[in-house]
């Protein structure tokens, strides 16, 4: 069938844009955006997943209010007829300048949770280094992906309370990939799973200074081997300074001592010349991404098959060291950032599971790799 983009000159495969070019029922086309306060008085994770070759689009959105408290909004709902509306129940996300300008809403629902919020690219887009990963003949990640750093303005509100943030006190990272995804719902009956590793590392980042920014993608076995390492320094819209792309990236992380949570550490980026960027972080805040679908949390996981139409939340008391050990998984840290005298703020996920003698860990806990 048609859509709407359909109209424009961009096709590269004999078929309309309702299809894609592959019967993976795998296939995703992710965006989710990260907005956290310079005060740590909240953040907000929320994002959307097509999977055309399931009939699904799925949506989420997470706040968390002081470290305290986590609200839960997730909806599904069939994909067609309506394939090129980013429309999901309440959620909706609205491309008002392409690669720089996007509107997100929730509006009023049972569940206490709603926003009006947009974001501002303040530093041109970066691509990651393409991901693919093939595991016995069968391909199991093939990923394109981009990412951009800016500003956040509108309203949050939860339960009567309204939270006002402005391009001052909201900084954003946004991530917009697309292809054959591992996580969600992509486990198939009868098809042998890929090995789970001995120990893992996965961390991801989004980070940004007033005249420069920088991103950040690293996979690493328990001995320190890196499967993935992307990474680039780039500069604000109208600047003239090109994009650096990174050849390696190193991190010193701290956790809680109950927890594999991050609290603190380094991450510096290491450029083909070898150069170093050496960027301190401290967490100020987080979302738990788990409730939100990454992995299966009471029912509700990417891409799975809701029903034509489905909605649900809740909240949780983060706490509660019990629900906080349930939720947390793949997490992201708002951060406090010092690279030298210059100060900025991030968005960083990091995920360690199973031994990592690096950070003293000697085996699994019941928690598995994964990515956003």
């Known amino acids: 069938m048609l859509t709407k983009y359909d109209e424009f000159l961009c096709h590269q495969v004999a078929t309309t844009f309702d299809h894609?070019?592959?019967?993976?029922?795998?296939?995703?086309?992710?965006?989710i955006v990260h907005f956290g306060h310079t005060e740590g008085k909240c953040h907000l994770s929320l994002g959307f997943g097509l999977y055309p070759n399931r009939n699904v689009i799925d949506a989420f959105a997470l706040l968390n209010v002081d470290n305290k408290t986590q609200y839960t909004v997730r909806a599904s709902r069939e994909l067609c007829p309506q394939p090129d509306e980013v429309r999901?129940?309440?959620?909706?996300?609205?491309?008002?300048?392409?690669?720089?300008k996007v509107r997100c809403r929730l509006d009023d629902n049972q569940y206490g949770l709603s926003y009006d919020i947009e974001f501002d690219g303040i530093m041109l887009p970066s691509e990651e280094d393409p991901q693919f990963t093939r595991y016995k003949g069968r391909v199991i990640e093939n990923i394109q992906r981009y990412i951009q750093a800016g500003r956040g303005s509108g309203w949050i509100k939860f339960e009567g309370n309204t939270i006002n943030v402005d391009k001052k006190t909201c900084?954003?990272?946004?991530?917009?990939?697309?292809?054959?995804?591992r996580t969600g719902a992509w486990q198939e009956t009868g098809v042998e799973p890929p090995p789970i590793p001995p120990g893992y590392l996965y961390s991801w980042g989004i980070l940004q200074f007033d005249k420069?920014?920088?991103?950040?993608?690293?996979?690493?076995?328990?001995?320190?081997?890196?499967?993935?390492?992307?990474?680039?320094?780039?500069?604000?819209?109208?600047?003239?300074?090109?994009?650096?792309?990174?050849?390696?990236?190193?991190?010193d992380f701290k956790f809680r001592p109950d927890m594999r949570k991050l609290t603190a550490g380094s991450v510096t980026l290491i450029a083909p010349d070898g150069a170093k960027t050496e960027i301190s972080l401290k967490s100020l805040s987080y979302t738990c991404l788990k409730p939100g679908g990454y992995f299966d949390y009471r029912g509700f996981v990417h891409g799975q098959w809701m029903g034509p139409s489905f909605i649900d939340g809740f909240k949780l008391d983060l706490t509660d060291p019990n629900v906080l050990r349930d939720v947390s998984l793949i997490d992201d840290a708002g951060c406090e950032l010092r690279c030298g005298k210059e100060l900025g703020y991030g968005c960083i996920?990091?995920?360690?599971?199973?031994?990592?003698?690096?950070?003293g860990y000697e085996g699994y806990e019941g928690n598995l790799p994964g990515h956003s």
């Open 349 to 359: 996920e990091v995920t360690v599971t199973g031994k990592y003698p690096k950070y």
């Open 212 to 251: 420069w920014g920088a991103a950040f993608h690293t996979r690493e076995l328990w001995d320190g081997t890196q499967l993935l390492s992307s990474g680039a320094i780039f500069y604000p819209y109208g600047s003239e300074k090109k994009e650096i792309r990174m050849a390696r990236i190193a991190h």
């Open 20 to 31: 894609v070019d592959t019967s993976a029922r795998e296939w995703t086309e992710r965006v």
């Open 88 to 100: 999901v129940g309440p959620f909706s996300y609205e491309i008002v300048q392409s690669l720089k």
């Open 171 to 181: 900084f954003v990272g946004r991530d917009h990939s697309w292809g054959v995804r």
